[in-house]
């Protein structure tokens, strides 16, 4: 990835970089660290498969680099390691919302969730969701076989709830591509592929 593929600020700051750390072709705390150079809207840690111990003593060191960027922290899944490292946002998925009323303890004040539909979207502000990842949008390998929900559907989430909607699934570091997301009233963008798989030595720093 060339630094003329990067986004300009305008667009990076509506873009949640989700984290895989297999796609990395350099160490991931390094990637996470050039990431963050970009000043993206939020690093969401989306290493789903790592157990608690593992999540946690990660999560840590990316709060870190975070927070000397100033670029928000979002914890996916890990609750009480949220909780612990004082972390402010979380995101879930729809199942673990649905357990509780409210996850808003400890510091934690922000709670968003992934929607697969109008009414998924609509039952997680009931549910108190702060925000929504709607997808997907685009076709993409991560979904491979399935068919992209496409931007109708992306335009009927917006519509549906008052609170904010990022649109994940097949969205690249395109200009043109993120104003047609942007046009359909999402709030931004969530991008993992190109991001976790730029090789930074190519890239500004």
């Given at each position: 990835m060339?630094?003329?593929?990067?986004l300009p600020q305008e667009y990076m700051g509506k873009i949640i970089a989700v984290t895989n750390r297999k796609l990395c072709?350099?160490?991931?705390?390094?990637?996470?660290?050039?990431?963050?150079?970009?000043?993206?809207?939020?690093?969401?840690?989306?290493?789903?498969d790592l157990?608690?111990?593992?999540?946690?003593?990660?999560?840590k060191k990316v709060k870190e680099i975070c927070e000397r960027h100033q670029v928000k922290c979002i914890y996916h899944t890990f609750v009480e390691e949220a909780k612990r490292e004082q972390i402010e946002s979380v995101h879930l998925p729809m199942?673990?919302?649905?357990?509780?009323?409210?996850?808003k303890e400890g510091r934690?004040?922000?709670?968003?969730?992934?929607?697969?539909?109008?009414?998924?979207?609509?039952?997680?502000?009931?549910?108190?969701?702060?925000?929504?990842?709607a997808g997907h949008i685009y076709t993409t390998d991560c979904k491979k076989?399935?068919?992209?929900?496409?931007?109708?559907?992306?335009?009927?989430?917006?519509?549906?709830?008052?609170?904010?909607?990022?649109?994940?699934?097949?969205?690249?570091?395109?200009?043109?591509q993120v104003e047609e997301v942007l046009s359909c009233g999402a709030k931004g963008v969530c991008i993992m592929s190109e991001l976790m798989k730029a090789p930074i030595e190519l890239c500004d720093r």
């Open positions: 060339c630094r003329q593929q990067i072709t350099v160490p991931f705390l390094e990637q996470i660290e050039w990431i963050c150079t970009l000043k993206p809207h939020a690093i969401l840690l989306r290493e789903k157990q608690p111990e593992e999540y946690e003593a990660l999560g199942w673990k919302l649905r357990e509780c009323k409210t996850w934690i004040s922000v709670v968003g969730t992934s929607v697969h539909s109008v009414d998924e979207a609509i039952e997680a502000q009931q549910r108190g969701a702060d925000y929504v990842i076989g399935l068919p992209p929900r496409g931007l109708g559907f992306l335009r009927e989430v917006c519509e549906a709830v008052e609170i904010p909607v990022y649109a994940i699934g097949g969205i690249h570091l395109d200009p043109s």
